[in-house]
């Protein structure tokens, strides 16, 4: 009788709720342990390439308002080029009709994950089957390909600035050179991304846009075209008001 392999992870320590899901696992049943890290980047790993991202459906939302969805995805993006993953558990009806954010606007952020990041999406319907998601992709991690259970902070293998070009080329109206000046000037994806939180649209007293004020506004090329259609991918925002609110987080 083949003897069943144990498979691991590395889960964040305040993923509580998901630790209580593998807790209460037995017997037959239970085919991951686990060591708790305070993870400063992924919230469970299950490989030395694989690192994912866990967001509720509110969290998910809330975290394109707030700025912090981008800033994490990018980071992990920069330490787990291979196997960046996104869970995303119970994004369900009363979430689209009760956070008073656009579909559109969601499906937009979508889109810029998967299809500019390049970030895998997986939906699940509660913590339980993320569980179980999270067990396949480490048993196809460290049992078909063989690959060590280790965390890390840096890509390898590519060339890291290569790859910061290609990450900030995913931004809206940008091709390669503009993206090399971009990451030549702040250094990193994430850094890019809080220039352009931080770069306002100004206007004229009728209320038309007419340039840009911020850190963006010392480089050549970047107008407020620009600026309103990525903070709208990024952000969410679509007018003065909802940049007005970001401006003050």
Avoid: H
């Avoid at 078909?144 to 109206?173: T, W």
């Amino acid at each position: 009788m083949k003897e069943k392999r144990i498979l691991k992870a590395i889960i964040d320590d305040r993923e509580k709720k998901l630790m209580k899901v593998f807790d209460n696992k037995k017997g037959d049943a239970r085919v991951l342990e686990y060591e708790t890290k305070r993870l400063s980047i992924a919230d469970i790993v299950v490989s030395e390439r694989v690192g994912i991202e866990r967001k509720e459906g509110f969290d998910f939302i809330a975290s394109i308002s707030d700025n912090r969805l981008f800033e994490q995805l990018l980071r992990l993006k920069e330490a787990y080029p291979e196997g960046t993953i996104l869970i995303l558990e119970g994004l369900n009806d009363d979430v689209f009709e009760n956070t008073g954010m656009k579909i559109t606007s969601i499906y937009g952020a979508l889109s810029f994950i998967s299809y500019k990041l390049g970030i895998s999406v997986i939906p699940t319907r509660n913590i339980e089957d993320t569980a179980i998601v999270i067990e396949r992709i480490a048993f196809r991690e460290q049992v078909k390909d063989d690959i060590p259970l280790l965390s890390r902070v840096a890509p390898k293998g590519m060339d890291i600035n290569e790859r910061r070009y290609f990450i900030v080329e995913g931004l809206v109206d940008i091709g390669p050179k503009k993206a090399k000046l971009l990451v030549d000037t702040y250094q990193t994806p994430y850094n890019v991304f809080r220039a352009i939180r931080s770069t306002k649209v100004t206007y004229t007293r009728t209320g038309n846009p007419k340039g840009i004020e911020g850190p963006l506004q010392e480089l050549k090329g970047f107008g407020w075209k620009f600026i309103k259609k990525n903070k709208e991918i990024l952000l969410g925002m679509r007018n003065r008001n909802s940049q007005k609110k970001i401006d003050e987080i």
